[in-house]
């Protein structure tokens, strides 16, 4: 399994972006997708994750009502809207896919991993 991670950029504070995360299979519409992030000299962290059935959502609490995870399971896609983006959520963002039907905020539990994409939120 393939993810190609797109939509990152440089964004004035408030303004907003779109990630999408674009898998080489459908395979992964059985799985839970998830987005982490890294900031410089953090570790990653989880941001959002979503099941395949549903589907159910969840969030980070610091971004819950900003960020909205969504999937299209015809596409082979799942993207990540970002809204009122403040500059702490600069980071690299990833997408991660996870074989286990079950929401899942460790690393350690996501199987495949897109290339990172940076955001950049400007104060």
């Known amino acids: 399994v393939q993810l190609v991670v797109s939509g990152g950029g440089l964004v004035q504070a408030g303004g907003s972006l779109r990630l999408s995360c674009a898998a080489s299979t459908r395979t992964i519409n059985t799985f839970v997708m998830g987005w982490f992030r890294q900031a410089p000299g953090q570790e990653r962290e989880f941001v959002s994750a979503?099941?395949?059935?549903?589907?159910?959502?969840y969030y980070t609490d610091s971004v819950k009502g900003r960020f909205t995870i969504s999937r299209d399971n015809t596409k082979n896609t799942v993207d990540l809207q970002m809204n009122s983006l403040k500059p702490e959520d600069t980071a690299v963002y990833y997408c991660?896919?996870?074989?286990?039907?079950?929401?899942?905020?460790?690393?350690?539990?996501?199987?495949?991993w897109g290339q990172g994409t940076q955001v950049t939120v400007s104060s």
């Open positions: 991660a896919a996870n074989s286990r039907d079950s929401i899942a905020v460790k690393e350690s539990s996501y199987d495949y």
């Open positions: 979503i099941t395949w059935s549903g589907p159910y959502t």
